[in-house]
């Protein structure tokens, strides 16, 4: 129990161990799980946690039309895919698993505020895909959900994302290049932060108007070898 940040329940404190002291408690409340969740994921025992592989049955989704605030750190086993007219902002770290990725549909929408997207092993994980529409503008809205028809990431406030193969694509990738018809995905950073990723931002083709995605007092760098040699340019074969 001490481990975990919980001390013995006495008068005065607040927290709980079982059958402590003369206390006999069979529960713990909402504030213990949280200091639980907490040191297992940055106290002493965080060394001892096990990660989890990627497997797709443990995807995780935004419903379409819904809007989430996470705001406590989360290890994904699978994709997390953002539906049409759905927000999720992060203010935590979330780990994502090798192998995935994050979708953001088209119409949905990613607020990376403060929050870092960042691998739950010491491989990579893929990246944000953020999906458009080539055949819309990028302010243009759907009538029927209200929201714009691309999907649009932004990243502010020192949010960021590191050690993904790609860590932004603004298109859906099709093996080596991108599926038609995907192009327009918007991004707006300020602020941000990408760290060892083997590429930043990438654009699939949009020819419908200018662009309006932007980046800007945004810092992009890899400053040592990537942990997939694969991805990194400076040691690659």
């Known amino acids: 129990g001490h481990s975990f940040g919980l001390v013995h329940k006495s008068p005065g404190c607040n927290h709980v161990m079982v059958s402590a002291g003369g206390y006999n408690y069979n529960f713990w409340e909402l504030s ?4 639980i969740h907490s040191n297992i994921e ?4 965080s060394k001892y946690r096990v990660e989890s592989d990627y497997n797709n049955t443990n995807t995780v989704t935004i419903p379409a ?3 989430q605030t996470w705001t406590i750190a989360r290890v994904i086993g699978g994709d997390l895919i953002i539906e ?6 992060v203010q935590c770290k979330v780990k994502m698993p090798e192998g995935g990725k994050i979708i953001v549909e088209r119409g949905g929408k990613l607020d990376v505020n403060g929050g870092l ?3 739950n092993s010491c491989a990579m994980w893929e990246g944000v895909e953020v999906w458009g529409d080539e055949t819309k503008n990028q302010t243009q809205t759907n009538p029927g959900t209200g929201a714009i028809y691309q999907g ?3 990243l502010r406030n020192g949010g960021g994302i ?6 932004v694509v603004l298109g859906k990738p099709s093996g080596a290049g991108y599926a038609s018809g995907y192009g327009g995905g918007i991004i707006s950073a300020s602020g941000s932060i990408f760290s060892q990723n083997g590429a930043d931002v990438r654009f699939a083709p949009y020819s419908y108007a200018a662009s309006i995605s932007q980046i800007t007092a945004s810092t992009l760098s890899c400053a040592s070898p990537l942990r997939d040699k694969g991805y990194d340019l400076t040691s690659a074969s």
């Open 162 to 167: 590191e050690h993904a193969h790609n860590a």
């Open 152 to 154: 649009k990431i932004i």
């Open 42 to 45: 940055y106290g002493m025992v």
């Open 117 to 119: 997207l960042t691998a």
């Open 32 to 35: 213990e799980l949280g200091i």
């Open 65 to 67: 039309g819904t809007s």
């Open 84 to 89: 049409p007219g759905a927000t999720l902002e």
